[in-house]
């Protein structure tokens, strides 16, 4: 087929060809792919803020006598004048790192990212649905940072009551400097963030019901998409809730509402709210907060999903049950939230239910990890980055799965709950996990974002530096937490029991700033290809999904007819087949050495496909 | 804990020296070859080996950082619930364990296994329905298991306390924790307000109820018979705080406006945990969990056990909060007052 005379033609033909103004390409542009880069590289600066914050607090606990006066210059008062960090802005330091990474980061950063990049790419969709309304997902996603990047330069600091701002700490002016206008733009940034997810998510979910090229069916659709749909789906629904609980806590802040405050005597005074319940925000915010856990780790497991299957050249393993799996979390995500409460004082009976349901919640955890190594299981493994990522990826979300059994068991999470073993475990399970689902995208799909190679080399270094790293710092952090040290504590002086183990402490900050440090090699890599890396060819992991079947493309995706898809995307390898790989755009009529009985049946359905137009956006402009 | 360090700042430097070295090749990769995609070449089977190394390595570093750790855990729980919970996590710790090991080293060892050789060709395998179903039915048997035991000692753990429990109540604040005991005449705590806080009430202790007029505070210590249920009435005057005792095995939020509670019987004094140790100066501490603030990390309060008649001797020592600050007489209303009246002034007390 020579491609490329007939696109260059039916181009020029089918929509005029206008130049758009810089600001119309790069700043507020519509095509999802723009976007995607846009929300890639905030998320990456994030990420560079939110670990620096990191690095500084575990320098705190690690090395709690260091002279830190030399970063006065910078963080001014925040600096006690005998080089220390003030315990306050050790809260700020945890409180920002956590919102930053979990929402900045793992959700606009990884799902806003490869959502955008790969919907309309991998269903074969000239863009999203509306491109007008991405646009502004990703603005209100910019400006929500932008209020919570200028809440750290406040006089009082930003928020400092913990990333899940319990009540009535976060309530009060008078509980803690932070509480003040820091908590103020907290909860607005968060809001604006909330709508940007709704408009990303519905958008999102639009695009992959409606806008699926010829031929692609649900049951074609790549596991990556399908990771996406459910995403969106998890983020319309518990969203909203989060939104709901930051509005009544404004209302309780601002205007004297006592939704959450009752009977509450501090600095000096009794107030006169009453009847209101802190554990009611709770619940309001783990309806959202453990769905979104979900929201932050199933693209990371749809983007290794493809990865894998690649690179180690063979079909995904179960392909329904990775959906079905896919599935069962997401529903059951929606009814173990309350796990992050066994020992608030809630119904013990509650307790139980919800320890029933959550462990449930790790068999369908567990058919996925499964599910992945059988997959590499007699394959013809090809290391790229993409792949070394996505094997760590597997391994640090076991690793932390399996702990999250026992804080799932409600009477064992009485002694763990607040300790840094709830820190490993979340760190290694969503973290960790989490973060390696979006290097293992940025590697595999830089050849289509930018059209240039990120040097694979430089890209295995980072694997093995990272990993071992996380491992360095989390498995270490398991052994702290087992001993009973709390978390958010600024140090651990005061207590006999806390005062033993200081020497892990030194090690977990070594072994985080050895770890921060690899990083670099990343941001090397990945800004210098931009500009000087190899020219990417059309498909260079010889993949089966249609973003390999269009040449660094510009707006539209694929110049001329949109392709028609024809058979799943993991013919990795059939028997029979000249290569190891068969797109989904080669009809299963073409293919007879490789079509297995059931296959010839689908040749009869290839008519029926080619005819079907409706769904090119630029045609006929639905 | 030094060799650590060192071996880290090792392996740093090691690892550092293979980078440059890769480096001078990366810079001849810089120059455009348009050979894509490639033939996996040499570094496809170093990743590979890489990963055995990894699976004996990583094990042997678990292992050995795990045993290193263990002299740092607490003690063996101090009470009967504690020891429970105790045998129940290193079961499911041991349990686990197993596929921790199981599916890493899979991981890894298919990754060296099967890693690409020129000329072979993976197999098509998409699908194994009686592999699936028994992944999924094994993980649901062990969480069932889990859940079953898990399930009876908490239900257990959070029933309703015995009737001869011991009631104290602990109440948080910024940033220190508060005791208060039933007082030595009746046992039995009066009612409270926080509107009636103040200065010297901190816990607005309601003086128009008598159960009240006998009741003591104590602002750093809280001593509990041993050998005895002690229920905690868990409150809090500001925000979330948490009641963490950890060589009890105790956690409870304090929650304003929402009072909780824990009971558990301890069984070794603060003594016999002195000379189990072989450390004259240990003792049981109260912490917070709940982040409450700057001072978080500081609300120290320390536990003592005891027998019970060094206990109730103790008891016996502290000040109804009425001796102490006697201008609370006037909130006693009028029909109570001579019964107040006792617990005030040194006379009256001693003429009774
Ligand atoms: C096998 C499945 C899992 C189980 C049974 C489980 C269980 C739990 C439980 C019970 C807690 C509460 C611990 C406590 O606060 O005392 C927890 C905390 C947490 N889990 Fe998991 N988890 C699982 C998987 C995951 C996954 C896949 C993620 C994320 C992708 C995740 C992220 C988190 C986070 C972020 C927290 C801590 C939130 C906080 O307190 O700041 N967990 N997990
Ligand atoms: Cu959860
Ligand atoms: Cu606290």
């Keep these: 087929m020579s491609v490329v005379e007939v696109v260059e033609h039916g181009h020029t033909e089918e929509h005029e060809h206008h130049e758009l103004s810089f600001w119309r390409k790069y700043i507020f542009s519509e095509d999802h792919k723009t976007i995607a880069k846009q929300f890639l590289i905030t998320g990456i600066l994030w990420a560079v803020l939110g670990i620096t914050l990191s690095v500084l607090f575990r320098i705190q606990l690690g090395f709690p006598e260091a002279d830190l006066s030399w970063l006065r210059p910078v963080l001014g008062g925040w600096i006690t004048d005998t080089g220390k960090i003030q315990p306050e802005f050790f809260l700020a330091l945890v409180t920002m790192h956590g919102t930053i990474m979990v929402f900045f980061v793992l959700t606009a950063g990884l799902s806003g990212t490869f959502s955008n990049f790969l919907i309309p790419l991998q269903i074969g969709a000239r863009d999203m649905a509306s491109g007008f309304m991405n646009m502004l997902s990703y603005w209100f996603f910019f400006v929500a940072g932008l209020i919570m990047f200028v809440s750290m330069f406040l006089q009082t600091g930003p928020a400092a009551g913990g990333w899940v701002i319990y009540p009535p700490l976060s309530a009060l002016q008078q509980a803690s400097p932070g509480s003040g206008l820091g908590m103020t733009l907290w909860l607005v940034s968060i809001a604006l963030f909330i709508v940007s997810q709704l408009l990303g998510g519905v958008n999102y979910i639009t695009t992959i019901i409606n806008l ?135 119904n013990p009976f509650l307790g139980s239910i919800f320890m029933f349901l959550t462990l449930i919640i790790a068999v369908p955890s567990a058919v996925k990890a499964f599910n992945y190594i059988s997959t ?247 | 804990m030094e060799l650590l360090l060192v071996l880290l700042v090792l392996v ?27 033939e996996p070449g040499r570094a496809n089977q170093v990743n590979a080996w890489m990963f055995l190394v990894l699976i004996v390595v990583g094990f042997v570093a678990i292992t050995w950082s795990y045993l290193h750790s263990t002299k740092f855990y607490l003690p063996e729980a101090s009470s009967i619930h504690g020891r429970r919970t105790d045998d129940l996590f290193w079961f499911s710790m041991g349990l686990l364990t197993i596929p921790f090991m199981l599916v890493n080293t899979a991981l890894f060892f298919f990754a060296w296994k099967y890693r690409y050789q020129k000329g072979k060709r993976a197999s098509f395998y998409p699908e194994n329905h009686r592999l699936e179903l028994v992944w999924t039915t094994v993980p649901a048997v062990v969480m069932a298991i889990l859940v079953l035991t898990g399930w009876k000692a908490w239900s257990d753990i959070t029933s309703e306390a015995p009737e001869d429990a011991e009631v104290i109540e602990i109440t948080g ?54 050998n005895r249920p002690v229920l905690l009435k868990i409150r809090a005057r500001d925000v979330l705080h948490s009641v963490f005792i950890p060589h009890m095995r105790v956690k409870m939020d304090a929650v304003p406006g929402m009072p909780t509670k824990f009971w558990f019987v301890a ?86």
């Design chain 2, 267 to 352: 069984d070794k004094t603060t003594e016999q945990m002195r000379a189990e140790l072989g450390n004259p100066d240990f003792k049981y501490e109260i912490a917070c969990t709940e982040v409450c603030g700057q001072g978080h990390f500081g609300m120290k309060m320390v536990l003592v056990v005891e027998d019970e008649e060094s206990y109730q001797k103790w008891i016996a020592s502290q000040q109804p909060f009425l001796k102490t600050y006697p201008e609370y007489l006037d909130r006693v209303p009028a029909n109570l007052k001579a019964k107040a009246a006792k617990y005030v002034g040194e006379q009256t007390a001693s003429a009774e």
């Design chain 2, 12 to 38: 740093a430097v090691v690892l550092a020296l293979v980078v440059l070295g890769k480096l001078t090749g990366v810079v001849k990769g810089l120059n455009p070859s348009n050979s894509y995609p490639e």
């Design chain 1, 376 to 622: 590499m299981w007699r394959g013809n493994l090809h290391f790229t980055p993409a792949m070394l990522f996505s094997i760590g990826m597997v391994s640090l979300f076991v690793s932390g799965g399996l702990t999250g059994i026992i804080l799932g068991n409600s009477a064992l999470d009485i002694q763990l709950h607040d300790t840094y073993f709830v820190v490993a475990h979340f760190h290694l399970v969503m973290g960790a996990a989490a973060a390696f689902g979006l290097f293992s995208g940025v590697y595999h799909w830089f050849p289509k974002m930018y059209g240039k190679m990120m040097n694979q080399t430089l890209g295995q270094i980072h694997f093995w530096l990272t990993f071992v790293g996380l491992y360095l710092i989390f498995v270490p952090m398991h052994y702290v937490g087992i001993a009973g040290f709390p978390r958010r504590y600024y140090q651990f002086t005061s207590y006999d029991f806390t005062s033993v183990f200081s020497d892990m402490n030194t090690f977990i900050t070594v072994a985080a700033i050895f770890t921060f440090a690899a990083q670099f090699i990343f941001l090397f890599n990945f800004f210098t290809s931009i500009f000087k890396g190899r020219k990417a060819p059309m498909n260079p992991w010889r993949s089966t999904t249609l973003e390999w079947t269009t040449d660094n493309p510009g707006h539209g995706n694929w110049v001329g007819e949109i392709p028609a898809v024809y058979r799943w995307p993991y013919d990795y390898s059939k028997p029979g087949a000249k290569e190891d790989f068969i797109p989904q755009t080669v009809p299963h009529s073409v293919t007879p050495e490789s079509n297995f009985p059931s296959d010839n049946a689908l040749i009869a359905e290839e008519k029926q496909i080619e005819s079907q137009n409706y769904n090119d956006q630029f045609k006929t402009g639905h």
């Design chain 1, 212 to 346: 699926r090229t010829r031929g692609m069916t649900f049951s074609r659709l790549p596991l990556s998409i399908w990771s996406f749909l459910i995403t969106a789906i998890l983020g319309l629904i518990s969203f909203p809730v989060l939104l709901s609980a930051a509005l009544l806590l404004i209302f309780d802040r601002s205007f004297g509402t006592s939704f959450f405050l009752s009977e509450i005597y501090i600095g000096g005074e009794a107030l006169s709210n009453v009847g209101g319940s802190p554990i009611l925000f709770q619940h309001l915010f783990w309806f959202l907060g453990h769905p979104e856990v979900y929201i932050v780790i199933l693209p990371a497991l749809g983007i290794t999903s493809e990865v894998i299957a690649t690179n180690s050249r063979k079909p995904i393993f179960g392909y329904r049950a990775m959906i079905a799996s896919m599935l069962g979390i997401a529903f059951l995500s929606f009814i173990v939230w309350a796990h992050h409460m066994f020992v608030t004082g809630m």
């Design chain 2, 173 to 226: 604040k910024q940033f220190g924790w508060i005791a208060r005991y039933g007082g030595i005449d009746d046992n039995k705590l009066g009612n409270y307000d926080y509107r009636l806080i103040d200065a010297q009430n901190e816990v607005g202790i309601d003086f128009t109820d008598e159960t009240s007029f006998d009741d003591f505070t104590n602002p750093s210590e809280l001593h509990i018979p041993v």
